[in-house]
């Protein structure tokens, strides 16, 4: 499925259009754009860490548009700290041994493989629209294919400045 932005009477309107079984697109649902939606469009906003948790759920699936340095940055770290936290519970609890490998705990290694694949998508996303407003192309994401090489280069790509938008 996928969609795009239409003016239809003068408004600005999310057609949404999906691939048949045959190959001919077929429309089936107009409605209004969300400004909140469209607004990914824009050059984006500092925001703090709470603000950057927000936008990282709420646009879950949104490849397009462009997060800024600050949104990417705080979700990493609330990652970062989440993970540091279970951890901790997990040693706590008898779960995970000081050096921090699991002791046998199957449902500990459910719970994590449930994380991993809930947040493997809006990881995704976040990732493409970083690369976007610094200027580069979301296929660089490919680079994680890389072993070692790959992340690293991701990592600085992630460190680089905004670039304005171009317009059309």
């Not at 939606?37 to 699936?61: C, H, T, W």
């Not at 200027?135 to 890389?146: A, D, N, R, T």
């Not at 991701?154 to 905004?162: C, E, H, K, R």
Request: net charge positive.
């Amino acid at each position: 499925m996928w969609f795009h932005i239409a003016n239809v009477n003068g408004n600005r309107q999310r057609v949404v259009e999906s691939q048949s079984l045959i190959g001919f697109p077929l429309r089936f649902k107009n409605e209004k754009v969300d400004p909140k939606e469209d607004q990914m469009e824009k050059q984006p906003e500092k925001v703090g860490l709470i603000g950057a948790i927000s936008n990282f759920f709420r646009f879950y699936a949104t490849f397009s548009g462009r997060s800024s340095r600050s949104e990417y940055w705080f979700t990493w770290l609330a990652g970062v700290l989440i993970y540091l936290l279970l951890v901790l519970v997990s040693v706590a609890f008898g779960a995970a041994d000081f050096d921090f490998g699991l002791t046998g705990d199957l449902a500990g290694g459910v719970v994590s493989l449930i994380i991993l694949a809930t947040l493997i998508v809006p990881s995704l996303a976040i990732m493409s629209r970083r690369l976007r407003d610094a200027g580069i192309s979301p296929y660089f994401l490919f680079f994680l294919f890389l072993p070692v090489l790959g992340g690293l280069a991701l990592f600085v790509m992630m460190m680089f400045p905004s670039k304005e938008p171009s317009s059309p």
